[in-house]
């Protein structure tokens, strides 16, 4: 009887392995037959806006449909369309769901992604190159269908929901995955977390897989690494950074955790030889497997977090906007006239410009450094006509102010430091200045102020007053004194 039971048992295991083993063997032949078609001439290497690119997508939808993965609305389809050069280009992000199955989680979603457009064809010596772009990235397509089709087909293995989506036009600048992010179908900070497929058809040449800025998720790192022990899988690159040169880039830049799922550069890299017969799908089972795995325990816990500096990049790229180092024009008009401290009277009033450039450096958050570089024509009603200069002026003013208001690069600030100024030529009720004897060349004062940047524009109010006398002699003091308003460009 233990006898029979034994042999029972043992059938039973081999037939079980000889199931897996099938399923993977299926799977393997489908991951294949993706790369094979989205790979083929016909599709002219899925140029974006090209009818190859249609092809591509129209395939993609009949497969998102065939695994049972669901549209978000009518159907799988975000159209959009932007700009390049002086042309719109139309282009189509596909998008499908397969439903979670914990209630407490239902709002809430992990996406994965890859984008399906590669670099379209050329024409060399007569010749068509086409670039099929297997490795770039025909894997990263198959691999989310094949990932979305496990799910579909075993409901209630996972908690969140899962996004799919097929993103386009990356190879133009991450447009597909930018426009997502901007018109996300779900509220966006419902997405915890995301994995961009970009390139994974390479594991055994590689020696592994990278799960670059796997770390931007809290624990990310530690949760991979405990999945991968029971896959035999080398988990390679993790760690915090997230890779800036795929569809990652926009989600984590709105801070959410964000993973590219790759292989490495082994493949002939944006190349018309990045072809079909050259990856490596034993590697793309392995990566399936373990994927899979990965994104079911993901999908249950409890709670997916950004990592501590995830939370700081994005909090200092959005105080940040549009306040890197600046230069521009700026334009000073209005009036100056001199004082004269130890007298009862003081100059007129005189129209006063000066005119030139302006750089400044964010040091923080709220404080600027700012230097200017102006030439400068001032002057006074005295007794006896009117005092003319020509001066180089240059103010150095610290810049205290707000981080630039809802994100916006609208600033409001107030500003002060101290300036110098160097004159070269000048008239008194129509004589030269005597530098010789009279006057001073050298004037070091200081400078107080409030400006209102918009954009590129800048506005302000700036008073300067001299604290070194105009003249060498000592016995009589006269200090100048100018009120601006200003107008500026930045570059
Ligand atoms: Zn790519």
């Known amino acids: 009887m233990l006898r029979i039971k034994l042999i029972l048992i043992l059938f039973l295991l081999s037939f079980a ?128 269908i094949e990932l979305g089709r496990f799910f579909a087909q075993n409901p209630g293995l996972l908690g969140r929901n899962l996004l799919i989506v097929a993103f386009d036009a990356e190879e133009s600048g991450l447009i597909g995955s930018k426009h997502f992010v901007e018109n996300s179908p779900v509220p966006i900070e419902n997405i915890k977390l995301m994995f961009s497929f970009d390139m994974v058809g390479m594991y055994e040449t590689n020696k592994g897989l990278h799960l670059r800025g796997m770390a931007s998720l809290d624990q990310g790192d530690e949760l991979a690494a405990g999945v991968a022990q029971r896959h035999e899988i080398n988990l390679r690159q993790t760690g915090e950074n997230i890779e800036r040169r795929t569809d990652t880039q926009p989600f984590g830049s709105v801070g959410i955790p964000a993973v590219h799922v790759y292989t490495g550069q082994k493949s002939p890299y944006h190349k018309p030889e990045d072809q079909y017969h050259l990856l490596d799908y034993d590697g793309m089972v392995t990566i399936h497997l373990f994927m899979e795995d990965f994104l079911k325990v993901l999908s249950h816990e409890s709670e997916l977090r950004q990592s501590a500096s995830l939370i700081a990049s994005v909090l200092k790229e959005s105080t940040f906007v549009g306040r890197r180092p600046a230069a521009g024009f700026l334009l000073n008009t209005g009036t100056g006239f001199h004082r004269y401290p130890d007298e009862f009277f003081q100059g007129k009033t005189l129209f006063n410009v000066s005119g030139g450039f302006y750089f400044q450096i964010p040091l923080s958050q709220i404080l600027g450094l700012q230097l200017d570089a102006l030439y400068d024509f001032n002057g006074s009603q005295i007794a006896g006509g009117n005092f003319r200069r020509h001066s180089l002026t240059f103010p150095l003013n610290i810049q205290f102010g707000t981080p630039g208001l809802q994100g916006q690069d609208i600033r409001l600030f107030l500003f002060s430091g101290p300036y110098y100024r160097l004159t070269f030529a000048g008239t008194i009720a129509g004589e030269a200045l005597d530098f010789d004897n009279d006057f001073n060349i050298d004037e070091w004062g200081y400078t107080i102020g409030v400006g209102l940047s918009v954009f590129r524009v800048y506005m302000g109010y700036t008073s300067r007053r001299a604290v070194t006398n105009l003249l060498q002699n000592d016995e009589m003091k006269i200090l100048d004194s100018n009120g601006y308003f200003s107008i500026g460009y930045r570059f």
């Open 17 to 144: 392995g000889k199931f897996t083993y099938a399923d993977d063997h299926n799977l393997k032949d489908r991951l294949r037959t993706h790369v094979k078609i989205l790979t083929s001439d016909s599709l002219q290497g899925r140029g974006l806006g090209t009818t190859g690119a249609e092809k591509a997508r129209d395939y993609i939808v009949e497969q998102f449909q065939d695994a049972g993965i669901q549209p978000l609305g009518e159907d799988y389809l975000q159209n959009f369309s932007f700009r390049q050069n002086l042309a719109w280009i139309p282009a189509i992000n596909i998008v499908g769901m397969v439903e979670g199955s914990d209630p407490l989680l239902k709002d809430e979603y992990i996406l994965i992604g890859a984008h399906y457009d590669h670099l379209g064809y050329d024409i060399r010596n007569d010749e068509k190159r086409i670039f099929s772009g297997a490795d770039d990235n025909a894997s990263g397509v198959a691999a989310i």
